[in-house]
């Protein structure tokens, strides 16, 4: 009786091992190139990125090394003189003024959901989900490292699409820590960046090309990618 109650138990555990292998663990997002957290409604959404901001209001994301580089693309891309830019998503600024200050021909500003906006200098407090008239196809270029942060990405790039002028790029920086595994509700948008052209291809088809360069992000010790979007024909109506 006693070896049949050990035989027993082993092969419960055994079989609950199997279950996760094969159930649990191959339908966690941990397999999954892409990822949508979804909320109750656009309330929710606000407010917990809101809350997220004052929460984290004195870190940085973004790192000068990939600004740096991303300047000195945008500025063989684009030639010299005024390059006007417009970064989603950024907080506290670091991302607008590092490039104001370190790069003379560089005129940018930032946009952020929170409040807290109002607070940092070249900051605007926006929704980067929404049309703005005054931005449409104005800026050379359009940046975010805050791809993640959206609950409806697709119709967010649509939005920064129609913002870049003819012959300008939408630039998207993403990293293997806002793959799907990363995503939940605070940042809904998760993404493999192997995958990301894929994505953009599936949504945005032959009105777009993409370009990448790989770096390496110093203040997370990991690599990233800086996507370069461009629009083949006219921008796709935001969603």
């Avoid at 500003?109 to 906006?117: E, K, M, R, V």
């Avoid at 931005?135 to 940046?143: A, I, L, Q, S, T």
């Avoid at 948008?189 to 052209?197: E, I, Y």
Wanted: aromatic share 14%; hydrophobic share 40%.
């Amino acid at each position: 009786m006693r070896l049949r109650q050990i035989t027993d138990s082993v092969a419960q555990k055994f079989n609950e091992g199997l279950r996760f292998l094969f159930v649990d663990l191959l339908k966690s997002k941990a397999f999954l190139d892409f990822h949508l957290h979804e909320y109750r409604s656009y309330e929710d959404y606000r407010a917990v990125q809101v809350y997220h901001n004052y929460r984290k209001l004195g870190r940085v994301w973004a790192d000068p090394e990939t600004l740096d580089l991303l300047a000195g693309t945008l500025r063989a891309q684009l030639g010299t003189g005024p390059i006007k830019g417009l970064c989603h998503g950024t907080r506290n600024g670091f991302e607008q003024n590092h490039l104001n200050d370190h790069h003379a021909e560089f005129e940018v500003i930032g946009t952020d959901i929170s409040p807290s906006a109002r607070d940092f200098p070249n900051s605007v407090e926006w929704d980067f989900h929404n049309v703005n008239p005054d931005w449409e196809g104005k800026f050379d270029f359009v940046y975010s490292n805050s791809l993640d942060q959206s609950w409806q990405p697709r119709a967010a790039l649509a939005v920064w699409l129609g913002q870049v002028r003819p012959g300008g790029v939408l630039v998207i920086e993403y990293s293997e820590d806002q793959s799907p595994l990363a995503a939940g509700e605070m940042d809904p948008f998760g993404v493999r960046p192997v995958a990301l052209p894929y994505v953009l291809a599936d949504w945005f088809g032959h009105e777009i090309s993409v370009s990448f360069q790989q770096g390496y992000k110093a203040n997370i010790k990991k690599p990233n990618w800086l996507f370069f979007i461009r629009r083949n024909i006219a921008a796709p109506a935001a969603v």
